[in-house]
């Protein structure tokens, strides 16, 4: 798991500074911001994979059983091909803080070693 730093954005000669995805990764949000999830992918097709933002505060409809995670915001669902880039927006932090503030992300399938993420915010 990697802890990363959101980025502020506009600061003059401040370039983006992308973090290679593990299984499971974090930032630290500030309350009802708003972030950028900026992917880049290498020279490799990743295959099928999936990208999340784990959904901590949406309670469980009533009479309902649905899988964990039912409410996680789905970033990406398939395979990134080589030399592609993929923009999430989280427009307010809120939903997706856990208990002690961490927004978190998960990364699974394909081959994650090409993947990398800038964490941009808050907006």
Do not use: C, W
């Not at 990363?4 to 009802?32: C, E, M, S, W």
């Not at 505060?57 to 009479?63: E, L, R, S, V, W």
């Not at 398939?78 to 803080?97: C, H, K, P, W, Y």
């Amino acid at each position: 798991m990697t802890d990363i730093v959101p980025q502020k954005p506009g600061l003059a000669g401040i370039a983006p500074n992308y973090i290679a995805v593990t299984a499971a990764d974090r930032f630290l949000a500030l309350p009802n911001s708003k972030y950028m999830l900026h992917y880049k992918n290498g020279v490799t097709p990743t295959g099928a994979n999936t990208f999340k933002i784990t959904d901590t505060t949406t309670p469980t409809p009533g009479a309902a059983t649905p899988g964990a995670g039912f409410a996680d915001a789905v970033v990406q669902n398939s395979g990134m091909v080589a030399s592609t880039e993929l923009v999430q927006v989280i427009d307010n932090s809120t939903r997706f803080r856990d208990t002690n503030g961490f927004v978190n992300l998960t990364h699974t399938g394909g081959t994650l070693t090409t993947v990398s993420v800038a964490v941009i915010g808050p907006l």
